[in-house]
């Protein structure tokens, strides 16, 4: 052996500099800011498709659509990248286009049978 490693080494590497590293070091348990509102808005819009099936009960599926449509601009605004925004964003949307479709239908039932003179038999 001669002492000289410089052919032995990979190339690119600089043993007076292998430790260096240009990323800054990012803890993976850190809080991201905006995920608490993606989860929100995830949950929301869940809940408003789950409305859906309680007729009248479109109303509050249709607020909670609303909220976590905002919730998941909001944490689009903080800076929070992944599929969970996106999730619920398109969960919310859904919930609020199908909330506002069965509330909107249930209001033409009714006034429907109004009309008809069918409620007026009921009481």
């Known amino acids: 052996?001669?002492?000289?490693?410089?052919?032995?080494?990979?190339?690119?590497f600089d043993p007076n500099n292998s430790y260096q590293n240009n990323q800054p070091y990012v803890d993976p348990n850190a809080p991201q800011p905006g995920k608490g509102a993606?989860?929100?808005s995830l949950v929301l819009g869940i809940i408003s498709i789950?409305?859906?099936?309680?007729?009248?009960?479109?109303?509050?599926?249709l607020i909670t659509g609303v909220i976590g449509l905002i919730l998941a601009s909001s944490a689009k605004k903080a800076?929070?990248?992944g599929g969970l925004r996106t999730a619920g964003f398109v969960?919310?949307?859904?919930?609020?286009?199908?909330?506002?479709?069965?509330?909107?239908?249930?209001?033409a039932c009714v006034g429907a049978l109004g009309a008809a003179g069918a409620v007026d038999s009921l009481f």
């Open 1 to 12: 052996m001669d002492g000289n490693f410089n052919n032995q080494n990979p190339q690119g």
């Open 38 to 40: 993606a989860t929100a």
């Open 50 to 61: 789950v409305f859906w099936f309680f007729g009248m009960g479109a109303i509050v599926g």
């Open 79 to 81: 800076g929070f990248v």
């Open 91 to 107: 969960c919310s949307l859904i919930g609020v286009i199908g909330s506002a479709l069965i509330f909107v239908a249930c209001v």
